[in-house]
């Protein structure tokens, strides 16, 4: 089948997810919809809970294997939207609806290419194609309980927005919580250790730390304050303020070892990490899918959102058609052309790395 019919029902697929809701863990019948995919084409597939996989119909276990993964689970809609989120719309050759752009565009790019290397003979790699479930809230079931599923990966290409340029790199993500503690007291007394009042001191330390090691990919570490917590009455002194703070890691430090400095410098009652596992995320520069890529005329970039490569050990490149600043927005939408070109892309991508010279 040609191209140009696989993009036209991938397009079609997009808009039947679009009017399907799926949040995190509610992605049962959007799974559904990509199994009648795979069903049309006559692809073996698989599914383990809401996620929907299936392995190229010669595959090799003595070659290295290439994971295409996307998901299509959504955020909930905010208030501001102003066109119905569960409708598929087409005006001015924009596809509005919730999770177009966030990661329908490139989940049926990355299933239309997948099933047009299907049957293909004589690949260097191995395919895998995984259409995850629950990205958005990084919960338990969705690519992270896969790995140990689907077949060994090598190196993957994680479908999100990134105007088809390549992502070489991914900050990870620590989430804090934090307590400054002091003495509760009744408001008319003195207190020379009020918590509230502690917690300047804090703030500022969080405000001013500098992490030593930049990347030349993703930048520096960047650390936010993002909420903070104290207090029931006007007349009471809290014995306690509850901080959180959100730290996205850069390619020069691991978790953990953002973690023990902080645990160890953090003028803070006491720090705690939430999860240490969505560390950062990158792929060498002379990778054969990124040199593909390069060669293409495409840019490479360290990007600072969080994506499926955090769960990820192997190389992994982030790539696909969409812009990541119309993510979780009001109105959220895809040009239809960004999908078009996102299958001729990943195409030629992999024409160049998978068929033998």
């Known amino acids: 089948m040609g191209l140009e019919k696989l993009t036209s029902d991938a397009i079609a697929l997009l808009k039947k997810l679009i009017e399907t809701q799926s949040f995190s863990s509610e992605e049962d019948v959007t799974a559904a919809h990509i199994e009648d995919w795979f069903k049309r084409y006559e692809i073996d597939f698989k599914r383990t809970k809401n996620n929907v996989w299936a392995v190229n119909k010669h595959f090799d276990e003595s070659k290295p294997t290439l994971l295409l993964n996307s998901h299509h689970d959504t955020v909930k809609p905010n208030s501001a939207y102003t066109k119905d989120p569960l409708k598929a719309i087409v005006e001015d050759g924009k596809l509005f609806g919730l999770g177009s752009n966030d990661a329908g565009g490139c989940l049926v790019s990355l299933i239309a290419t997948f099933t047009h290397f299907y049957n293909h003979e004589n690949l260097k790699y191995n395919l895998v194609v995984v259409a995850s479930a629950e ?7 969705g690519l992270n309980s896969m790995l140990a599923v ?9 479908g999100e927005p990134t105007l088809m340029n390549l992502a070489v790199a991914e900050k990870g993500l620590v989430v804090f919580d ?11 007394h003195p207190n020379d250790n009020n918590a509230i009042y502690n917690t300047i001191e804090a703030l500022q330390w969080f405000k001013d730390l500098k992490f030593e090691k930049g990347s030349e990919a993703l930048g520096d570490v960047k650390l936010t304050v993002t909420q903070i917590k104290a207090g029931s009455q006007h007349n009471v002194v809290p014995a306690h303020v509850d901080l959180v703070i959100d730290v996205r890691v850069n390619d020069a430090y691991s978790n953990k070892e953002v973690a ?10 006491s720090i705690k990490a939430r999860s240490l596992r969505l560390n950062s995320s990158s792929i060498p520069i002379d990778h054969a899918l990124v040199k593909a890529g390069i060669a293409m005329g495409r840019t490479t970039y360290g990007s600072p959102t969080l994506s499926d490569q955090a769960v990820l050990t192997c190389p992994s ?6 812009d990541s600043t119309r993510s979780h927005s009001a109105d959220e939408f895809i ?10 892309i990943y ?6 790395v998978l068929l033998p010279a």
């Not at 934090?178 to 008319?188: C, D, I, M, N």
């Not at 040009?335 to 001729?344: A, D, M, T």
């Not at 195409?347 to 160049?352: G, S």
């Open 135 to 141: 990205e958005e809230s990084s919960g338990p079931n």
């Open 150 to 158: 689907i077949p060994k990966v090598d190196v993957a290409i994680v």
């Open 178 to 188: 934090a307590v400054v503690e002091g003495t509760p007291s009744h408001a008319a």
């Open 260 to 269: 023990e400095i902080l645990e160890q410098s953090a003028p803070v009652t």
């Open 317 to 322: 490149l982030k790539l696909g058609p969409g």
């Open 335 to 344: 040009y239809v052309n960004e999908i078009e070109e996102g299958v001729q």
């Open 347 to 352: 195409v030629e991508l992999l024409n160049r």
